[in-house]
């Protein structure tokens, strides 16, 4: 690649040359074993807090938020979520680098070995986590595991929540593109890997002391996934790339630093105390989303100027009489919340056909916030589909990320998920959710937007009633899809 092919910035905008040359080449997304319900979260809340308000409609909004089931790495009785404290700092980090970096390496392996290389090629590693702030890093854990050389520039990206999957792709691409100019090879490996699920009593005390109905624990859940993306510089080209990537676009809306994010709770992460039926307990405060309601509209306005802008930016889109519309493309949407998948399908003239891949995983698995991208796209190879790909998500900022990507190979029996019953069993199944979705002519899952409540419907942070309309209550499962092992499980509850 000559260094006239390096996308040039003009005016603001980046305009991409029509052969970047750069692919995902090998995709690895590794769920943990567990699928929970919505009934655990209510079982939770009735083991260890009081009736009350706000604990009656987070409950309520549970049950309607579309999802059938949440990938988490225990079940409702593991032991972290059962003592009469939250869970402290400490021992979730603990927690973390046992069962994030044991997600992390199966979907990195995934990843290499559908790209096919070794990780002596590996130049670079660009990986994103919500749910842990350790020094060193998760990643340093799982490059030792990996046996990766000691050598290889890591980078690891903090405070983007559920944007970043996406965030570390586009910054895997500039530095293949930096290493293209240098007509080096780049075999970046990109990993993101959250664990939400075991946040939940510490979103539950702030429900229950500060009676505010927040509802990030019901969407949140538990996901490493992994991609290997390559400048193409020295590459056997024998097995092809998976997607080819064409441009993409960050951008921060306006005015929206306090609708989204996952911050320290506001009372410190300093020992309190809370009294809990009558027992003095020491609770620590920990991590709490905030979730405001405008994020669905917000969202999902700011997703066709920048979309406009990204098209006009690739070339490469432009070999028609007329531009292309948001229709012409297959969308890999971030299931932030049934909310904001509806409203980007309104936004945009979109049918559930387009974001079919998105309604899958939000439906069987949650919200896995930065790892959930990979994992939307993962599945949406697995079927035909338009040749050009729009992979969008949300992160805290509130950021836009964006990025336009050319299917290059289908692979319909790919098993670098671990969706190995697939969504579609659940849906044709006799399940009592199957009477709450609408399905299309494709048999494409379709959540009616008038009747689920998401990460909008209410705020985060205060107490409004969200609108619980038609049905999309869902029942749960703690069904193993791969090895079975003892780690703590419920909703989740992180960030976008």
């Given amino acids: 690649m000559s260094p006239s092919s390096v996308p040039a910035s003009t005016t603001g905008s980046n305009h991409f040359q029509s052969d970047l040359n750069l692919s995902l080449c090998g995709l690895g997304v590794e769920y943990p074993p567990f699928l929970v319900g919505p009934e655990a979260l209510e079982t939770l809340a009735n083991r260890f807090y009081p009736p009350s308000t706000a604990i009656k409609k987070v409950l309520s909004i549970n049950r309607f938020t579309g999802i059938e089931t949440r990938a988490a790495i225990g079940d409702v009785d593991h032991p972290i979520v059962n003592q009469p404290n939250a869970p402290s700092i400490k021992a979730l980090n603990d927690l973390f680098r046992v069962e994030g970096v044991r997600l992390s390496v199966n979907a990195c392996k995934k990843a ?91 979103e539950l005390d702030s429900i229950n002391e500060e009676q505010q109905t927040r509802v990030g624990v019901c969407l949140f859940s538990d996901c490493a996934s992994a991609a290997i993306l390559s400048n193409g510089v020295g590459e056997d080209e024998s097995s092809g790339p998976i997607y080819e990537l064409l441009g993409w676009k960050h951008q921060i809306i306006d005015d929206t630093e306090n609708d989204l994010g996952f911050d320290v709770d ?78 980007v399908e309104q936004a945009m003239n979109l049918t559930p056909e387009h974001l079919r891949a998105s309604y899958e995983i939000y439906m069987k698995y949650g919200n896995s916030s930065s790892a959930t991208i990979i994992s939307v796209l993962n599945k949406l190879r697995e079927s035909e589909g338009k040749e050009n790909v729009v992979a969008c998500a949300f992160g805290p900022g509130i950021a836009l990320e964006m990025m336009i990507l050319r299917r290059r190979r289908t692979d319909p ?82 960030l976008d």
């Fill in 112 to 202: 290499l070995q559908e790209w096919g290389g070794s990780v002596d090629d590996i130049t670079h590693i660009v990986s994103t986590t919500c749910t842990n702030s350790a020094n060193p890093g998760f990643d340093h854990y799982v490059v030792k595991e990996l046996g990766i050389r000691k050598s290889v520039e890591k980078i690891l990206l903090h405070g983007i929540g559920c944007s970043g999957g996406m965030a570390a792709m586009r910054a895997a691409a500039h530095i293949a593109l930096g290493s293209s100019y240098q007509q080096k090879p780049a075999r970046v490996l990109v990993l993101a890997c959250e664990i939400s699920s075991v946040l939940v009593r510490s």
């Fill in 266 to 343: 506001p009372l410190g992460i300093f020992m309190r105390t809370v009294v809990l039926r009558g027992v003095i307990l020491i609770s620590n405060a920990g991590w709490k989303v905030v979730l405001t309601q405008r994020v669905p509209a917000v969202a999902a306005a700011a997703v066709s100027p920048c979309f406009q802008d990204l098209v006009q930016s690739v070339p490469e889109l432009h070999d028609k009489s007329s531009p292309p519309i948001a229709a012409d493309f297959d969308w890999a949407l971030h299931p932030g919340g049934s909310l904001i998948i509806t409203g």
């Fill in 413 to 494: 029996t790919s098993s670098n998920g671990s969706e190995s019953d697939g969504i579609n069993k659940n849906i044709n199944g006799a399940g009592p959710a199957v009477q709450e979705h609408i399905t299309n002519g494709n048999g494409v899952p379709h959540l009616n937007g008038t009747s689920i409540a998401t990460n909008g419907a209410a705020s985060a942070n205060g107490d409004s009633e969200p609108s619980l309309s038609a049905a999309a209550a869902s029942n749960g499962t703690s069904a193993a899809n791969g090895e079975t092992r003892s780690t703590p499980d419920l909703p989740v509850e992180e």
